[in-house]
């Protein structure tokens, strides 16, 4: 089941206003173009920021996400019907015919199971043409990212346009490596709070390269993220 950050109805109308400029996505780009992809599988597209900027660059897209509230902001970002858009997993899509799978942000991280991680690989390689690429992000463990997160004790509030101001706030509750689980929390101007309780699994590189290779996946190469230098590692794999 998705966190209800990207399930709830009040909260995924409102998840860009928080979630910011999202610069790690020119890095994306960047990769896409380079591996010259057509059309690209958008895995746990959310709320469709990497599916709309690469439509608009004429590549076809795939996206997918469990999230049905998610999928409505998504779709209201594509006027023109240029994505196509699905409601599931990557097991959900088939064979789509793409030269690249992608996973920006948290979602690789945010399967909790090897059966829930390799029936992604299982979706995502199906999905590809032979020599397809799959492309995704984890944050390096050794970071040890929580330890900023409990640091970090701030209230955020913006003024979301048709909402009103929202306050919003994480806490981490529970560090238990390989699982870090924190909860972010948020007051609406009626006064309601809604929390959403999230979970990511923080794999080591040499794990999700064995993954990949069981799977029928090559890496490439394993990259820094040049908007988080040192936080995160930028795999690029292929199929064999």
């Known amino acids: 089941m998705p966190d209800a950050l990207f399930a709830h109805a009040r909260l995924a109308p409102i998840y860009d206003a928080f979630d910011g400029a999202r610069d790690d996505l020119e890095h994306y780009l960047g990769i896409i173009g380079e591996l010259g992809a057509k059309r690209v599988l958008d895995v746990g597209c959310g709320t469709g920021c990497l599916a709309v900027l690469l439509a608009a660059r004429g590549i076809e897209v795939v996206g997918v996400d469990p999230a049905k509230a998610s999928l409505e902001v998504a779709k209201a970002k594509d006027p023109e019907r240029k994505i196509t858009w699905i409601h599931g997993d990557a097991k959900a899509v088939g064979d789509a015919g793409a030269d690249l799978a992608v996973m920006t942000g948290n979602v690789a991280q945010v399967f909790l199971t090897d059966t829930e991680w390799r029936r992604t690989l299982e979706g995502s390689r199906t999905a590809l043409v ?80 064995a993954l990949l290779a069981e799977h029928g996946f090559r890496a490439l190469d394993v990259r820094d993220a040049p908007d988080r230098p040192g936080r995160e590692y930028v795999f690029i794999a292929q199929l064999v």
Do not use: M
């Not at 913006?158 to 009103?164: L, T």
């Open 130 to 209: 032979p020599g397809g690429h799959l492309v995704f992000e984890i944050r390096r463990p050794g970071r040890r990212a929580w330890e900023d997160w409990a640091a970090d004790t701030a209230h955020e509030v913006v003024d979301v346009p048709g909402v009103g101001e929202v306050e919003q706030w994480r806490e981490v509750t529970e560090v238990n490596l390989p699982f870090v689980s924190f909860r972010y929390s948020y007051r609406f101007s009626d006064g309601e709070v809604v929390t959403s309780d999230s979970t990511l699994w923080f794999r080591e590189r040499e794990e999700v390269e």
